[in-house]
């Protein structure tokens, strides 16, 4: 009789405990929307900074009532998954998001390297998929359901080139970049086509390395040996930290030129002077900026004591190309699979969108034409604005 | 010419550092049989104790300049670092082995020792990068264009250094002929009343103490610290010191430089994806030519 009675009471916890699991799922008056965030591993910062400005996006949306889709007001719901800046944890972090968490959308990765990968699998199960940082043109080609918010690297490439070219009146360039990121290697393939497209000079060394390397002195002898005017390096902050260094060791004084990849604060903590009065492209510049992107820098700024990078900015910007997408679609369906259709034929919907990043138009593949602007490193470890080049 | 020199001092270099972890290796399985997989691990946290060591000694407390706390940092690293390592053979290994467990198992839990070292580090400290402070004042000297920076010259010759003292220790003196004992038979020689378990102690102090001093040095070659730096240096380093013949302190010497000059050589004439596929098909072959590795001697069980 004792045992009964424990079995019941068993039985009722168990009841208990699952009717408040399927209560959320019954709850339609929430939008449930994913993160494919690094949180841990290459690029931690990069995961960091683009979670903080979610919450601020989250706080201000839920604080002022919810998000009003067709006359009705919903609160937003955000779950952050880590890919620890890993290729097959990115399409794992995807694959739960969208079958244990039935988020309706996924905003994410950041990275190339984890966002080609990731989109295929989003596409594959029909759940739409905003990256705010990835510049590969693979992340979005031939996938209807994946879109981004920040420009290609066709574009960027060119544009690095035209300024190296003009700037340090450059006529050879040399390329180090790192063979097993889809980012760094697609963007030194660009480039180095761009450069010998402009008939200069030729691209004199062109060296790879692997993520997990830390010594590259035996790449950077060949290139110096080259003797190019500049040296072009796509790579992730952390990396160039170190290739900065291991180049002046070897004795090279000339100019190096980033990508979008630099520009991250913790560039100047980890490379520090070494960096100083090198330039990189990217999607927008901090220092100096007016309107909608200054209020959201001093926000930023206040909230967590830092300027925003520009992943950060660009993750802004996706939730607000989501927004605009689960508004155009009018209404919010209970069920996540019909759901997800209507928010990306919404998103599809979305001809120009004004943003933080600036104004941009979407072609018929879902990528935006924006402009670019090229940033230097200055004497106080600032991203100062140089040159905005539009397409 | 000078492209070929400048290419040797890379090598050497990086080979320093595979040499002084992969020491470290060799000495604890000489003695103990045991395949310390937690050693990479332990360089890891050498580099971050080098690191808080450091911050420590710059810092408004007590504000000593760069090179003073260089070389305060020597000693203090390699001693916390080396407190670490009898930690490690106090709480994991000497239980196993008062147990009589089967060497498998020991191994299994070193592997384990190293990932909750790693992940215990990413816990505390986060995934964030650590930037190491410059102690050295680099100077760059140029050569008949080979460059050649002070710190590559100590670090060079840290790794000279440490292997004629492990040499000197194991081959000359009564501990080292102690050491050699355990490794021959560990049940005899507690009967000649020598404290086995000091002298494994001993060993994880000096293994786990260079460990520490290669952390320190590569923290400031390459001055960018994360919770993961060690592991696949530590597994690269085992790989050296399996080659160069375990057990042995010479074949751990010439091992790892061994690494880093294939290294660094495939890297100059090849991309650099063919980096670990050449290098360790290289030393795949060494091993069929010569499975005891380069300095090892054929074992024979006893019954």
């Keep these: 009789m004792k045992l009964s009675l424990h079995k019941t009471g068993l039985l009722a916890l168990a009841f208990v405990l699952s009717f408040l699991m399927i209560v959320p799922a019954f709850a339609a008056d929430t939008i449930k929307i994913g993160f494919n965030l690094p949180l841990t591993g290459d690029i931690p910062e990069v995961g960091d900074g683009s979670k903080k400005a979610a919450e601020m996006y989250l706080k201000d949306i839920n604080d002022a009532g919810g998000l009003e889709v067709g006359g009705k007001k919903y609160q937003l719901e955000f779950v952050y998954m880590d890919n620890e800046s890993k290729a097959e944890s990115a399409v794992n972090a995807a694959l739960k998001l969208i079958e244990q968490e039935n988020v309706v959308a996924i905003i994410g990765p950041n990275s190339s390297k984890q966002a080609v990968p990731a989109g295929g699998t989003c596409n594959d199960n029909r759940c739409p998929m905003i990256t705010p940082w990835s510049t590969n043109p693979d992340t979005t080609k031939d996938r209807p359901w994946v879109f981004r918010a920040a420009f290609l690297d066709p574009f960027q490439g060119p544009v690095a080139a035209d300024f190296a070219s003009e700037k340090f009146g450059a006529k050879t360039a040399a390329v180090l970049f790192d063979v097993s990121n889809d980012y760094s290697k697609g963007l030194a393939e660009i480039f180095k086509a761009a450069w010998e497209k402009k008939g200069l000079g030729p691209v004199v060394a062109f060296e790879s390395h692997g993520t997990k390397d830390q010594d590259f002195s035996a790449q950077l002898t060949t290139i110096i040996k080259a003797n190019p005017d500049f040296i072009f390096v796509p790579d992730n902050y952390n990396q160039v930290a170190l290739i900065v260094q291991q180049a002046r060791d070897l004795g090279y004084q000339g100019p190096f030129m980033g990508s979008d990849a630099w520009g991250t604060p913790d560039l100047i903590k980890l490379c520090g002077e070494q960096c100083y009065g090198n330039y990189f492209s990217t999607h927008y510049a901090a220092a100096g900026a007016t309107g909608a992107t200054k209020v959201f820098i001093d926000r930023y700024e206040k909230t967590y004591g830092s300027t925003p990078a520009d992943y950060a900015a660009l993750t802004w910007d996706s939730i607000g190309l989501l927004v605009q997408g689960i508004q155009n679609a009018g209404k919010v369906d209970s069920n996540p699979r019909k759901e997800r259709q209507l928010i990306r034929d919404g998103l599809a919907a979305i001809k120009s969108f004004d943003g933080i990043t600036g104004k941009s138009k979407f072609d018929a593949q879902g990528d935006p034409i924006k402009c670019a602007v090229v940033v230097k490193i200055s004497d106080q470890g600032e991203f100062v604005f140089e040159q905005s080049v539009c397409p | ?303």
């Design chain 2, 1 to 303: 010419m000078d492209f070929i020199i400048q290419n040797i001092i890379n090598a050497l270099q990086w080979g320093s550092f595979y040499a002084l972890i992969a020491l470290g290796y060799t000495l604890v399985y000489g003695v103990l049989r045991l395949i310390n997989f937690a050693h990479g691990d332990i360089f890891m946290v050498g580099a971050y104790i080098a690191f808080f060591v450091a911050g420590f000694m710059l810092g408004p407390a007590l504000g000593l300049s760069p090179m003073v706390t260089f070389l305060l940092a020597v000693p203090l690293t390699m001693f916390l670092t080396a407190c670490v390592g009898v930690t490690l053979e106090r709480v994991a290994y000497r239980p196993l082995r008062r147990k009589g467990a089967h060497r498998l198992y020991v191994v299994i839990t070193a592997l384990m020792c190293g990932l909750i070292l790693e992940y215990s580090n990413l816990a505390v400290l986060g995934a964030s990068r650590l930037k190491f402070p410059e102690l050295v004042h680099k100077t760059i000297w140029d050569i008949g264009g080979v460059t050649v920076t002070n710190l590559k010259v100590i670090v060079i010759f840290a790794a000279i250094a440490v292997f004629v003292i492990l040499n000197f220790i194991v081959t000359k003196t009564k501990i080292g002929m102690a050491m050699r004992g355990i490794s021959y038979d560990k049940f005899a020689i507690p009967l000649m009343g020598i404290p086995i378990d000091q002298i494994i102690v001993f060993t994880f102090i000096l293994g786990s103490g260079f460990a520490g001093l290669a952390g320190l040095l590569f923290a400031m070659s390459y001055p960018v610290l994360e919770p993961f730096m060690g592991m696949l240096i530590g597994w690269k380093a085992f790989i050296a010191a399996v080659v160069g013949g375990i057990g042995d302190i010479r074949g751990a010497f010439y091992g790892g430089f061994l690494l880093g000059f294939i290294e660094v050589g495939v890297v100059t004439v090849f991309p650099s994806t063919y980096r670990d596929l050449f290098a360790f098909t290289i030393l795949l072959i060494i091993l069929w030519m010569k499975p005891t590795g380069l300095f090892g001697m054929p074992q024979s069980t006893k019954i």
